[in-house]
């Protein structure tokens, strides 16, 4: 079950004037998410018609007019990610096609992410391909959520707004009573720090800790040190995804091994891909904290695991984009 957690604003938003002509569309990926977005907004979701033909080529219609309308389309480009990217396309073509005034491509996961630069030879840079088809499809702006790298920003060539998850994560653990104990977080690798290091800022000025580890392959993860002290501490593990567990798996292990009292498991997307359920649920962790950028379906969900939903950040960030407000601001 995904918890609804009440961030920044304590009452309703005033209520959008039909004039102002703002429209709240969603792909097939996270419906739910994109249905309390919209209730956050005090809006319904807009009617589209989406179909497929027989050999899996996809049809899409808006049903009903957007011209001249601000219109937000709602797509996490989770699994299966080459459908879901290839349908948020489509849809941005239907609108651009049907006159929208301004269309913006609401990622709550941005797919392919993790190709952000070339680290060996002859190797494609996905985040930024990714980001081309969405300007060249007709987007004309972008909000997505906690990136994989800061600088996949500057991939794109057209305004994008960056939002973060982590205030609903840490309002969760102040929530449990957890800022009260002896905590430290933990980035489960050197490339993590910056996120680890601005998450413990905001828990009281926490302690902070650092998993060296070194890649053998993609997905095969082998730890080599740990720098910092976490003997008779919560380790609170803080990463941006779990994808198949392994990091953050070994991470748990390694700090259980260095003397954690207990360990915490906190991300903002649920991949979990194989054999991450496995993973997670093998007693390294007291609890798995995500959030509902991704849905994750009834059989990957288990005891142990929280889902925070962080439909009021984009709700804000949608009504405030419209409004020409700052969306930095919610955050400070």
Sequence with gaps: MVRSAPFLRPSPLPPVSESNRLKIFSGSANPAL????????????GPILRKRFADGELYIQIQESIRGADVYLIQPTCRPVNDHLMELLVIIDACRRASARQITAVLPYYGYARAD?????????????????????????????????????????IPLDHVYAQPVLQAYLKEKGLLEEDIVVVSPDVGGVARARAFAKKLKEAPLAIIDKRRQAHNDVEVMNLIG???G???ILVDDMIDTAGTISEGAKLLRKAGAKAVYA???HPVFSDPAIERLQGGLFEEVIVTNTIPVPPE?????????SVANVLGEAIWRIHEDSSVSSMFH
């Design 34 to 45: 994109a249905q309390e977005v919209a209730r956050y907004l005090g809006l319904d979701l």
């Design 117 to 157: 630069r070339k680290t060996a030879g002859r190797e494609a840079i996905t985040a930024k391909l990714v980001a081309n088809m969405i300007t060249q499809a007709g987007a004309h702006r972008v909000l997505a959520m906690d990136l994989h790298s800061a600088q996949i920003q500057g991939y794109f060539d």
């Design 229 to 231: 002290d976490v003997r």
């Design 233 to 235: 501490k919560i380790a």
């Design 266 to 268: 906190c991300a903002i």
């Design 300 to 308: 990957k969900q288990f005891p142990g695991l929280t889902i925070l």
